[in-house]
Nanobody, 118 residues
Framework: QVQLVESGGGLVQPGGSLRLSCAAS????????MGWYRQAPGKQRELVAR???????DYADSVKGRFTISRDNAKNTVYLQMNSLKSEDTAVYYC????????????WGQGTQVTVSS
């Protein structure tokens, strides 16, 4: 069983930066895509960014050029660097490990709150 633990959320002013971390308790195979999702009050959970085993990444249009996802395989950790934060980035951010095969379970972290406000 793999556990994902997020950290790094908090309160930041518009234009500021935060870095989220997601530490996996166990090693995940290369068949897992690591991603960050977010859910704002009253809205559906949405994909923010994801990174593949070959380090290719894709992003939601709303965060392109501002957010960067990266991974440190030696530490079993995925990061989300968030710059130029806006009030609309306020949400609970969740780490996800998505198995590429149907037989593979997905894993979710507990979420970390990011609030962008002056």
């Amino acid at each position: 069983q793999v556990q994902l633990v997020e950290s790094g959320g908090g309160l930041v002013q518009p234009g500021g930066s935060l870095r989220l971390s997601c530490a996996a308790s166990g090693r995940l195979s290369r068949l897992y895509v690591m991603g960050w999702y977010r859910q704002a009050p009253g809205k559906q959970r949405e994909l923010v960014a994801r990174i593949f085993s070959n380090d290719n990444a894709d992003y939601a249009d709303s965060v392109k050029g501002r957010f960067t996802i990266s991974r440190d395989n030696a530490k079993n950790t995925v990061y989300l660097q968030m710059n130029s934060l806006k009030s609309e980035d306020t949400a609970v951010y969740y780490c996800n490990a998505n198995g590429l095969l149907a037989t593979m379970p997905d894993y979710w972290g507990q979420g970390t709150q990011v609030t962008v406000s002056s």
